[in-house]
């Protein structure tokens, strides 16, 4: 099985500007959930995606937000970035039906400028 | 509020040795734990899993063990190799919530 894969690898903003990261879960797999790393706060979740719902959410601003497909990809969006919005963003998969291991994707590295 | 901790930022081992990497956590409501290893800007990779009905899991070098008195759990890798060496992550989850929490992570490099 392919493991998960996340679209683009790097990216370079500028402040202001928006992005959108990708993500594809291993085939099968109905939850995507999207975290992110910096040096100082570690690995924070952001929010959870199953069956096209959003069904949590931490605590970040409203400047980011997702969605699911039908085929269970995902999408993250940054709106109005700011320069602490640098961070590698990491998606994991897993069926969603709780207790069990989420895989990881290689990661976005996002630089803003 | 840090609900999962790890409080030694590094630990140095030589080869052949054993690796001990140590886990606090405070929320009680926490049913599931795993070990994630991670190489720079590379995505986590599960190591192993333990459920809290459990108290020791083990899969090859790694045996994870889970103290729910002491709210603690720990990780022993035997024998470290070289190839160890990486930042290892404690996730924490609760009642079928997706949601992992994580610790800051413990930097283990394994000496030849």
């Known amino acids: 099985k392919a493991g998960v894969t996340q679209t683009p690898r790097y990216l370079i903003k500028t402040r202001g500007q928006q992005v959108t990261l990708s993500c594809s879960p291993i085939?099968?797999?109905?939850?995507v959930s999207w975290y992110q790393q910096t040096p100082g706060q570690g690995l924070q979740f952001l929010f959870e995606?199953?069956?096209?719902?959003?069904?949590n959410k931490g605590n970040f601003p409203g400047r980011f937000s997702g969605r699911q497909f039908s085929n269970s990809r995902s999408e993250m969006n940054v709106s109005t970035l700011e320069l602490g919005d640098s961070a590698l963003y990491l998606c994991?998969?897993?069926?969603?039906?709780?207790?069990?291991?989420?895989?990881f994707g290689p990661g976005t590295r996002l630089l803003v400028l | 509020d840090q609900q999962v901790k790890q409080n030694s930022p590094s630990l140095s081992v030589q080869e052949g040795r054993i690796s001990i990497l140590n886990c606090d956590y405070t929320?009680?409501?926490?049913?599931?734990f795993l070990w994630y290893k991670k190489y720079p800007a590379e995505g986590p990779t599960f190591l192993i899993s333990?459920?809290?009905?459990?108290d020791k899991n083990e899969d090859g070098r790694f045996t994870v063990f889970l103290n729910k008195s002491a709210k603690h759990l720990s990780l022993h890798i035997v024998p470290s190799q070289p190839g160890d060496s990486a930042v290892y992550f404690c996730?924490?989850?609760?009642?079928?919530?997706?949601?992992?929490?994580f610790g800051k992570g413990t930097k283990l490099t394994v000496n030849p």
């Open positions: 994991a998969s897993s069926s969603g039906t709780g207790e069990e291991t989420q895989y």
């Open positions: 333990i459920s809290s009905i459990k």
């Open positions: 085939s099968g797999h109905r939850s």
């Open positions: 929320n009680s409501m926490f049913d599931y």
């Open positions: 996730a924490a989850v609760q009642g079928g919530s997706e949601k992992l929490v």
């Open positions: 995606y199953f069956s096209e719902t959003q069904r």
